[in-house]
């Protein structure tokens, strides 16, 4: 009889007492048999923190992430804005002028819905963050997801704070909102602190925050939305989200306590969120909203190439593996990618094992150098350089200058290539180079394909960013449900615990 109740999670429910057995029931739909109380009615967007929904006026507590190189599309932006959720676009690898033209897209397309950018630490090129910061700016970008910062930055701290006021009752309006994607306790205490005074005044005396801005800036937090991130696609710590989360949580609470916040500071859950169990989990355990990424690239907004997507379809959990990280390739820094079907992540690792093990090109033997020109840059090592150069020349004059002096950053740079490279053949489809394929990819994925199986949303032409976020958040609000009620002492069935999914409208609430 319970059955009802949980595949209508939003409508309320009589419940009433089975004398015969001594416990609830929940009374048949359309009958009333005397109840002895009402369970409300869960629907989606009662899942998360209200303040999420008002702040960022949206209807549901979801964010669709800003998977790199323009994966997390314009496309898939606008479609998951329209569904009513938020979306941040994936400018991480891409050149300016491209982000800018996406800005200008979603501006025409979103037009007052909400939706957000991309601003990645960039430890190899720190201008970028500023110039990036300074687009974001000038374009009124008022939504960015801070990723893969390992310490505050001044070009974060000048996003946050520009543009704060003051009303006469003392009531802060921030014009921009920070969300720091966050792994580490002590990144998510900076960003959880007022920023430094030393970079208030260096950011003051250079004429990026003004004095009012300052004055303001030591009475906020840098970022009020948190997205902690377990073990998820690319760059990942593959912390478990039951012991991250709650980590973050209580250190939320330390700190609202010792500076004395008094405005909701959310902290979201990001990474290995895949079924409607998981997001019910994460909302179970506090999270303000939840965070999908690696299920995204298999819908038909993803800007990954088919080729990649049947790859996706086709994964189960444990086809996923570290490493190297092509932004962070000298730091030993690694990225979840999927293993399946491809060489990636292997020939990514003998190019790392290579540098540590040599301080330039020229120490390595001979037949290794050959295999490599063979099996992975399939062209001369001296072709890969001159390419190398040209563009480092262009773009970033210092890395030439160091690679001159320091033949072991000159061998660094040419392994980069094939980690720069990879990404974009998964993206463009290059059908030469599917085994070179680097997909970004965490166990979400598996458990997604297996959560689908036999439903519509099993061909990935029928995976929309939107119909993945209603189903998610529809089953989470069944899953929910079904716990009230055992908790009650209503009897369920397993099945009550398993929500498959279904077509669903998007104006459906």
């Given at each position: 009889?319970a059955?009802?109740?949980?595949d209508?999670?939003?409508?309320?429910?009589?419940?009433?007492?089975?004398?015969?057995?001594n416990?609830?029931?929940?009374?048949?739909?359309?009958?009333?048999?005397?109840?002895?109380?009402?369970?409300?009615?869960?629907?989606?967007?009662?899942?998360?923190?209200?303040?999420?929904?008002?702040t960022?006026?949206v209807?549901?507590?979801?964010?669709?992430?800003?998977?790199?190189?323009?994966?997390?599309?314009?496309?898939?932006?606008?479609?998951?804005?329209?569904?009513?959720m938020?979306?941040?676009?994936?400018?991480?690898?891409?050149?300016?002028?491209?982000?800018?033209h996406?800005i200008?897209?979603l501006?025409?397309?979103?037009?007052?819905?909400?939706?957000?950018?991309n601003?990645?630490?960039?430890?190899?090129?720190?201008?970028?963050?500023?110039?990036?910061?300074?687009l974001?700016?000038?374009?009124?970008?008022?939504?960015?997801?801070?990723?893969?910062?390992?310490?505050?930055?001044?070009?974060?701290?000048?996003?946050?704070?520009?543009?704060?006021?003051?009303?006469?009752?003392g009531?802060?309006?921030?014009?921009?909102?920070?969300?720091?994607?966050?792994?580490?306790?002590?990144?998510?205490?900076?960003?959880?602190?007022?920023?430094?005074?030393?970079m208030?005044?260096?950011?003051?005396?250079?004429?990026?925050?003004?004095?009012?801005?300052?004055?303001?800036?030591?009475?906020?937090?840098?970022?009020?939305?948190?997205?902690?991130?377990?073990?998820?696609?690319?760059?990942?710590?593959?912390?478990?989200?039951?012991?991250?989360?709650?980590?973050?949580?209580?250190?939320?609470?330390?700190?609202?306590?010792?500076?004395?916040?008094?405005?909701?500071?959310?902290?979201?859950?990001?990474?290995?969120?895949?079924?409607?169990?998981?997001?019910?989990?994460?909302?179970?355990?506090?999270?303000?909203?939840?965070?999908?990424?690696?299920?995204?690239?298999?819908?038909?907004?993803?800007?990954?190439?088919?080729?990649?997507?049947?790859?996706?379809?086709?994964?189960?959990?444990?086809?996923?593996?570290?490493?190297?990280?092509?932004?962070?390739?000298?730091?030993?820094?690694?990225?979840q990618?999927?293993?399946?079907?491809?060489?990636?992540?292997?020939?990514a690792s003998?190019?790392?094992?290579?540098?540590?093990?040599?301080?330039?090109?020229e120490?390595?033997?001979?037949?290794?150098?050959?295999?490599?020109?063979?099996?992975?840059?399939?062209?001369?090592?001296?072709?890969?350089w001159?390419?190398?150069?040209?563009?480092?020349?262009?773009?970033?004059?210092?890395?030439?200058?160091?690679?001159?002096?320091?033949?072991?950053?000159?061998?660094?740079?040419?392994?980069?290539?094939?980690?720069?490279?990879?990404?974009?053949?998964?993206?463009?489809?290059?059908?030469?180079?599917?085994v070179?394929?680097?997909?970004?990819?965490?166990?979400?994925?598996?458990v997604?394909?297996?959560?689908?199986?036999?439903?519509?949303?099993?061909?990935?032409?029928?995976?929309?960013?939107?119909?993945?976020?209603?189903?998610l958040?529809?089953?989470?609000?069944?899953?929910?449900?079904?716990?009230?009620?055992?908790t009650?002492?209503?009897?369920?069935?397993?099945?009550?615990?398993?929500?498959?999914?279904?077509?669903?409208?998007?104006?459906?609430?």
């Amino acid at each position: 009889m319970a059955g009802w109740a949980i595949d209508n999670p939003c409508s309320t429910v009589d419940l009433i007492l089975n004398p015969s057995l001594n416990r609830l029931e929940v009374s048949p739909k359309g009958e009333s048999r005397d109840p002895v109380g009402k369970l409300p009615g869960v629907g989606p967007a009662t899942l998360g923190d209200s303040s999420f929904l008002t702040t960022h006026q949206v209807r549901f507590p979801y964010i669709c992430g800003e998977m790199a190189n323009g994966i997390a599309s314009v496309e898939m932006v606008t479609a998951i804005a329209k569904a009513g959720m938020l979306g941040f676009f994936g400018a991480a690898g891409l050149p300016l002028p491209e982000i800018e033209h996406a800005i200008a897209a979603l501006k025409q397309n979103c037009g007052d819905l909400p939706w957000g950018s991309n601003l990645i630490h960039s430890p190899q090129d720190p201008e970028l963050e500023e110039r990036s910061v300074d687009l974001y700016l000038r374009e009124r970008v008022t939504r960015v997801s801070a990723s893969a910062f390992m310490a505050l930055r001044p070009s974060i701290v000048r996003y946050a704070y520009t543009g704060i006021t003051a009303a006469p009752d003392g009531t802060i309006t921030r014009r921009n909102h920070v969300f720091a994607k966050i792994s580490r306790v002590e990144v998510a205490r900076q960003f959880l602190s007022p920023a430094p005074d030393n970079m208030l005044a260096s950011l003051g005396q250079k004429g990026l925050l003004t004095p009012e801005e300052i004055d303001l800036a030591r009475r906020l937090p840098v970022a009020e939305d948190f997205s902690v991130e377990a073990d998820s696609g690319g760059h990942t710590d593959n912390r478990p989200l039951t012991v991250l989360l709650p980590a973050i949580l209580l250190l939320r609470d330390e700190l609202t306590k010792k500076y004395g916040w008094t405005r909701p500071i959310r902290i979201g859950a990001a990474g290995g969120i895949g079924t409607p169990a998981s997001v019910s989990a994460a909302f179970a355990m506090g999270a303000a909203y939840v965070l999908t990424g690696s299920i995204n690239q298999s819908a038909i907004e993803s800007a990954l190439s088919p080729a990649g997507k049947k790859l996706l379809t086709q994964a189960s959990a444990t086809d996923v593996m570290m490493a190297p990280a092509a932004d962070m390739f000298e730091l030993g820094v690694k990225v979840q990618v999927l293993k399946r079907a491809t060489f990636f992540a292997a020939r990514a690792s003998k190019l790392y094992e290579l540098y540590i093990r040599h301080d330039s090109l020229e120490q390595i033997p001979g037949d290794t150098l050959r295999t490599l020109e063979r099996d992975v840059f399939k062209q001369p090592i001296a072709q890969i350089w001159a390419e190398t150069e040209r563009f480092f020349r262009a773009r970033m004059p210092h890395e030439m200058e160091r690679a001159t002096r320091e033949p072991k950053h000159r061998m660094a740079l040419v392994f980069r290539w094939y980690l720069h490279f990879s990404s974009r053949w998964a993206i463009s489809g290059e059908p030469s180079r599917q085994v070179d394929y680097q997909i970004w990819c965490g166990p979400a994925m598996g458990v997604f394909n297996q959560w689908v199986a036999g439903t519509f949303l099993e061909k990935a032409e029928n995976r929309t960013v939107a119909q993945i976020a209603l189903n998610l958040m529809h089953g989470a609000a069944s899953i929910t449900r079904a716990h009230q009620l055992r908790t009650l002492g209503v009897q369920l069935l397993a099945e009550h615990f398993n929500y498959k999914p279904r077509y669903l409208e998007e104006s459906w609430a």
